[in-house]
């Protein structure tokens, strides 16, 4: 994992790019961030005991495939502590996770079937409203509990757009969310809604940002 140097009386986020060594980290911060969403409560199952296993065995599996992909991990450091994450999917990458035998395998054996088959069925659906051409995906953001409301949320996304935007490959970039609160926020960053997926009693939210050529340029800068 690359560090950076802060300001140790007033330490200012760093955003560093992640390797294998930071995964420990950023699965204890997605996992905080992901099992009190209400997606994540309706596929693996809230009622039922182990749910938080199976959150954890969640995010450890999608951690996993996504660095055995070499897919883009970043992070944002403030004062030597990881406190945001985010996983970013090529725009050709498109991942069927259904072909994904060995991690299938895995995910049964710590989900179980009926999880696993939530997961990948919300996952297909997704995959189904994806925009043509290709985009950016971004599955796994965000940001421990003890350091929310202080921006790094929104600093880490922006690092995700200008990451995007100087992929000449991608139109644009989608994410989504069960938590209607966070609607707002996505919407000031310049998304707009792809449609929603039921899931129970619940509605997922997928949402785009396009990324035009003149965007690009200006993200990309002179020369």
């Known amino acids: 994992m690359t560090d950076g140097k802060d300001n140790n009386n007033n330490p ?27 997606t994540f409560q309706y596929l693996f199952d809230h009622r039922r005991p182990g749910y938080d296993q199976r959150v954890r065995a969640t995010v450890r599996e999608l951690i996993d495939l996504y660095f055995e992909y070499n897919q883009d991990a ?3 450091m403030v004062d030597n502590t990881l406190v945001a994450v985010a996983f970013v999917g090529e725009p050709e990458l498109r991942m069927n996770l259904a072909e994904q035998l060995s991690w299938r395998i895995r995910m049964v054996l710590t989900t179980g079937f009926a999880s696993t088959r939530r997961y990948l069925d919300y996952h297909e659906k997704i995959r189904n409203m994806l925009p043509q051409p290709q985009a950016h995906q971004l599955p796994l953001m965000g940001v421990d509990p003890k350091y929310q409301n202080r921006g790094y ?4 996304l922006k690092t995700v757009e200008r ?11 989608v994410l989504d969310t069960g938590n209607s609160r966070y609607l707002p926020f996505y919407e000031s960053e310049g998304f707009r809604s792809l449609g929603k997926i039921r899931l129970g009693d619940y509605e997922d939210h997928v949402l785009f940002r396009e990324l ?9 800068g002179p020369g």
Not at 153 to 156: K, Q, S
Not at 163 to 173: D, K, T, V, Y
Request: contains cysteine; proline residues 7%; aromatic residues 4%.
């Open 12 to 38: 200012e986020p760093v955003i560093v790019r992640l390797d294998d060594t930071a995964r420990n980290e950023a699965q204890s911060i997605l996992y905080h961030a992901y099992r009190n969403e209400p």
């Open 74 to 76: 970043i992070g944002v």
């Open 153 to 156: 949320g929104r600093l880490l």
């Open 163 to 173: 990451l995007c935007s100087e992929n000449p490959r991608g139109s644009g970039l």
């Open 212 to 220: 035009k050529p003149e965007s690009k340029a200006a993200a990309s």
